[in-house]
């Protein structure tokens, strides 16, 4: 019979968990549309050109779906990285560097993202 | 063996095939997926930066895009984002009790549904 559910590891919070538990389904919808405005919607079928992005841009609720899809699949792509590499028992030095390197990551691309974002809602 | 060689050798184990049970297949596939979707999402995002450079420097950089060799990149991309989505869905709803039982219909529908998601989106990518 197939395994049951996931469930919080070891070295990871419930917390942790429950935010990528949350997130996957989300993503699922976020992501398929996604999908389909990058292959269906556009003048080549698809957002083919610089132009195409800045018009879709326009609409003042993509930006802002664009932003949580940014912010949780950064979320839910670490925290499930993290479990990965806590399969592997690290060693606590290790775990320590991993916890703070996933941190700037996710810090750092959710900037970067969400300036790239405005900046094309502003052209 | 050293904690090096023990850390590969564990990794490894998670992709053998050999003698797996279904449950086993599952989680493979969202393993590999996810990896694959994580080291995406990161070359995605820096190429995006492309954006911020203006029209040319973006539409030069779309040209890269209608190479076969892309888009069976892009299409792999689109299998993985549906079969980890919908293999995760199963693992949701089952991590908080529900239809624990029809696991296995449920995986199997999940990825019947996530091979169609796929044939759909792969003729569009290769006839538009």
Do not use: C
């Not at chain 1, 389904?25 to 079928?45: F, K």
């Not at chain 2, 979707?37 to 995002?45: A, S, V």
């Not at chain 2, 549906?82 to 949701?92: A, E, K």
């Amino acid at each position: 019979m197939i395994e049951t559910g996931s469930t919080p590891k070891q070295g990871e919070t419930t917390i942790l968990w429950l935010i990528k538990i949350v997130t996957g389904p989300i993503l699922l919808i976020v992501a398929t549309i996604h999908l389909i405005v990058n292959h269906y919607i556009g003048s080549l079928g698809g957002l083919q050109t610089y132009s195409d992005v800045v018009k879709y841009y326009k609409a003042w609720y993509i930006p802002v779906m664009e932003g949580i899809f940014l912010v949780t699949v950064l979320a839910h792509s670490l925290i499930g990285l993290r479990g990965v590499i806590l399969d592997l028992r690290p060693t606590a030095a290790m775990l320590k560097f991993i916890n703070w390197a996933f941190a700037a990551l996710g810090v750092g691309f959710s900037a970067y993202g969400l300036w790239l974002i405005i900046v094309i809602a502003g052209r | 063996m050293n904690a090096q060689s023990n850390f590969i050798v564990r990794a490894a184990r998670w992709f053998d095939p050999r003698g797996r049970s279904l449950s086993t297949w599952g989680f493979m596939i969202n393993r590999l997926t996810a990896l694959g979707l994580t080291f995406y999402l990161f070359l995605h995002l820096i190429t995006l930066g492309q954006l911020a450079q203006g029209p040319d420097a973006y539409d030069n950089f779309l040209k890269l895009t209608e190479s076969p060799l892309y888009k069976i990149g892009e299409l792999a991309v689109v299998a993985a984002v549906f079969l980890h989505g919908l293999n995760g869905v199963r693992i949701v709803i089952t991590s908080f009790g529900i239809a624990v039982p029809r696991q296995r219909e449920i995986f199997i529908s999940a990825m019947v549904l996530g091979l169609i998601a796929i044939i759909i989106f792969g003729l569009r990518m290769f006839t538009a």
